[in-house]
Nanobody
């Protein structure tokens, strides 16, 4: 299984970005998909997750600003980010749990300028 993440970039504070993560196989096999982020010297932290049953969880820091839409037909889970803040600057990673195994996509850099 491969996860291909895209959509990062540079944006001004208050702006929006949409990250996408495409799975090489059917996304319907995933029990859990999520976006994490990491900044230098810090642990990777959960940003948002969605289960196969549709349960969604957001980090407190992004509630009300980020959403995690999933498109089964396109085997894609996205991270729609709005009202971005400089503290959202990080490398963002998508993650999937499929048949009990965890998979990571390559990171995509998001930089929010003040």
């Amino acid at each position: 299984v491969q996860l291909q993440a895209s959509g990062g970039g540079l944006v001004q504070a208050g702006g929006s970005l949409r990250l996408s993560c495409v799975t090489s196989g059917s996304i319907l096999r995933a029990n859990y998909m999520a976006w994490y982020r990491q900044t230098p010297g810090k642990q990777r932290e959960l940003v948002a997750s969605i289960t196969s049953g549709g349960s969604i969880n957001y980090a407190d820091s992004v509630k009300g600003r980020f959403t995690i839409p999933k498109d089964n037909a396109k085997n894609t889970v996205s991270l729609q980010m709005s009202s971005l803040r400089p503290e959202d600057t990080a490398v963002y990673y998508c993650n999937a749990v499929i048949d009990g195994l965890g998979y990571w996509g390559q990171g995509t850099q998001v930089t929010v300028s003040s």
